[in-house]
């Protein structure tokens, strides 16, 4: 363990040169007629699944009609509609949340190009919480879709220093067998809900 901590803290000491990000150049990037349908069919092409609604608590009622909801323990909920009963606040070790079954989180916006949706933890005490619970559901805002990942890049705000993601789908694998197995090293199944009546 005293060699572990020793490399940890050599680490910690070194100084990195700053680098400035990219600059995000203007060009013909890709276009959608449709980006609301192009979004849904990566989404789904990736594992996942679209759901419109249109507020947050029509959202509640569509989780309602799953098993999986009904019968979940551990739910973090960051959307004030949907229920939870986890405080990540109140949670010392990202390691008790090993068995967190739901977590309902509003995205800051999405991508028709690929399907991502991007979310930070601008106000997260721990963002392990993308990756380790069963079901992860998200809410954005229809009006937050944006074409392309140029578009998505200038308008990804990340705090310095500061975590940003983008996701697509459920976590998958196809290294083992040469077979796609979903939910290997993450959530089993996100479903992302579209809102299309913005308040």
Known sequence: MKSRENILNKLRRQIVDQVALPEVLDGPWIQYDDPKS????MVEFVGGSVTEVASPTEMLDHLGNFDEW???KRIFSSIPEVPGNVDLAAVEDAHDLENLDFVAYRAQFAV????????SDSDLR?????FITQFLVLLVDQRDLVHNM???YRQAVIPQPGFGLFLSGPSKTADIEQSLVIGAHGCRELQVFLLNNPS
């Open 112 to 119: 028709a190009e690929n399907g991502a949706v991007y979310l």
């Open 126 to 130: 721990h963002r392990v919480i993308f």
């Open 70 to 72: 009904r019968a979940a």
């Open 150 to 152: 140029h578009q998505a």
């Open 38 to 41: 192009q979004f849904r069919t």
